[in-house]
């Protein structure tokens, strides 16, 4: 919750800053043998701080292509992508690799966790990315107690818990190292409603704390939790 409450503060100091998120004719093209594909066919937008937007559009409609280059974890084909003023083509690797370690959190739809690891040593290995060292597990059990998962599940294996703890432990990893953008595809897309309820609460709370928030979702429930929506259709943004 200490993480929380600092972002608070940081998000009343920078109303004024310029947007997170820059889109401007972005393309993307997949070339393959059978011929390219358009994932995303001259998008623009921009993301301003502190927003929750919902991406919406049929399965195919570039989602996730969209949001893996907000993520820098893909690059366009043409068009640029800014973050916080920065274009995405004039960072270096080192440059890159930092931002999408200490600025983005990453949710996925499949939790993506290491079956190996317990859910501690999950959460926490951002963070050891980050300071290439041996981290305190104090500081995963923090971030762990802030998205309400028990303590006494702390030392399983993400298969020995539920859907739905699994989410809150790939939520807590996404948030270990304090980003300021998070990015969730499908984040409720393997749950339960009440459990996807749960998920967005928590979701909610924390862009009330100042954390910018894009999400994928094909419910429409789900992106009633956003206050903005961008709606995509053949890789184009759509009304
Ligand atoms: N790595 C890839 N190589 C080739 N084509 C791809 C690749 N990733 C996506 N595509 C194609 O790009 C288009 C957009 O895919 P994308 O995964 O972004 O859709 P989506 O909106 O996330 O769909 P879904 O709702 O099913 O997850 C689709 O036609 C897809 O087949
Ligand atoms: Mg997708």
Do not use: W
Request: aromatic share 6%; glycine share 8%; hydrophobic share 40%.
């Amino acid at each position: 919750m200490v993480l929380l409450r600092e972002k608070e503060q940081e998000v009343t100091l920078t109303m004024n800053e310029q947007p997170v998120m820059v889109f401007k004719d972005v393309v993307k093209v997949y070339p393959l043998p059978a011929g390219d594909v358009t994932a995303l066919d001259d998008i623009s937008f921009q993301v301003e701080r502190g927003e929750f937007i919902s991406v919406m559009g049929p399965s195919g409609s570039g989602k996730s292509t969209l949001l893996n280059l907000m993520g820098c974890l893909d690059t366009p084909t043409s068009g640029d992508i800014s973050i916080s003023g920065t274009r995405i083509r004039d960072m270096s690797d080192v440059e890159l690799t930092n931002l999408r370690r200490d600025r983005i959190g990453f949710i996925f739809q499949y939790f993506n966790l290491f079956p190996l690891l317990n859910i501690i040593e999950n959460v926490t290995f951002p963070m050891m990315l980050k300071s290439q060292k041996a981290v305190d597990p104090e500081k995963g059990k923090e971030v762990l107690r802030s998205v309400q998962l028990d303590d006494s599940l702390f030392t399983h294996t993400p298969t020995e818990v539920s859907g739905g703890q699994q989410q809150r432990v790939s939520i807590a990893r996404a948030l270990i190292n304090d980003p300021d953008i998070l990015l969730c595809d499908e984040p409720t897309g393997n749950l339960d409603s009440k459990t996807g309820a749960g998920i967005m609460d928590l979701m909610s709370e924390l862009n009330r704390k100042g954390t910018t928030i894009i999400m994928v979702t094909h419910d429409s429930h789900i992106a009633e939790y956003s206050r903005r929506t961008i709606r995509i259709a053949d890789g184009r943004i759509v009304e």
